[in-house]
């Protein structure tokens, strides 16, 4: 079945640091979608990417999607506390999956002030 | 609507016993999912509606587990026998059925079997 990867699974960084996180699928997606889950919260919603290649950009946050639509990339510009959180890709399949996600690890990402 | 609404938050039970879980999704929202995350992991894929019928079930959930969403709105999952293995949060989402959107959780019911 498929399957998405995440790395890495921690990232520590000072206030004002960047930081990036990386997803790989074993096959070609429909989709790509990007949650954050604060410590003790639930996913919510980020954004999501359908096009090859395409890239899109919320504030400090810059989302990529690769041209063979398997992998992705999340980078943060200048880091706050506020970023603390879990990041997770979610790979949309096709077919009769085509409304399903299916879940990466997740980046663990903790902000030193 | 505010969101999606589970409950319980917080479910304690023996192993053995069996436990249901509620879930409200968006009004609006044709699709609902059920998702199981443990600890340093993400969510991962038990099933999925659009309106009642099932479209997909994991085939990593075992017999034990049920779901059904028998009027289209609101769905109930249960556990049969639980396992101390079958705890976990339990997260619910929902999206409109056209086209491609993101999911919108819910708080999850936090289930641990002892």
């Known amino acids: 079945g498929q399957q998405v990867m995440q790395i890495p699974q921690y990232q520590h960084v000072q206030e004002g640091e960047d930081f990036t996180t990386y997803c790989n699928s074993s096959?070609?997606?429909?989709?790509i979608q990007w949650y954050k889950q604060r410590p003790g919260g639930h996913p919510v919603f980020l954004i999501q990417l359908v096009k090859s290649g395409e890239v899109k950009k919320q504030k400090r946050l810059t989302f990529q999607f690769g041209e063979a639509k398997k992998n992705s990339s999340l980078h943060i510009t200048a880091t706050q506390t506020t970023d603390v959180g879990t990041y997770f890709c979610a790979g949309g399949g096709g077919g009769t999956s085509y409304g399903k996600l299916t879940f990466g690890q997740g980046t663990i990402l903790t902000v030193h002030p | 609507d505010t969101g999606v609404s589970q409950n319980p938050r917080h479910k304690i039970t023996k192993r053995g016993q069996n436990v249901t879980f509620r879930c409200d999704p968006i009004s609006e929202h044709n699709r609902l999912y059920w998702y199981r995350q443990t600890l340093g992991q993400g969510p991962e894929f038990l099933t999925y509606?659009?309106?009642?019928?099932?479209?997909?079930k994991s085939r990593l959930l075992s017999d034990r587990f049920s779901a059904e969403r028998p009027k289209g709105s609101f769905s109930t999952l249960e556990i049969q026998r639980t396992e101390q293995g079958d705890s976990a949060m339990y997260l619910c989402?929902?999206?409109?059925?056209?086209?491609?959107?993101?999911?919108?959780f819910g708080s999850g019911t936090r289930l641990t079997v002892v």
């Open positions: 096959t070609t997606l429909s989709n």
């Open positions: 509606f659009q309106n009642e019928a099932q479209l997909e």
């Open positions: 989402a929902s999206s409109p059925h056209q086209g491609i959107y993101g999911y919108t």
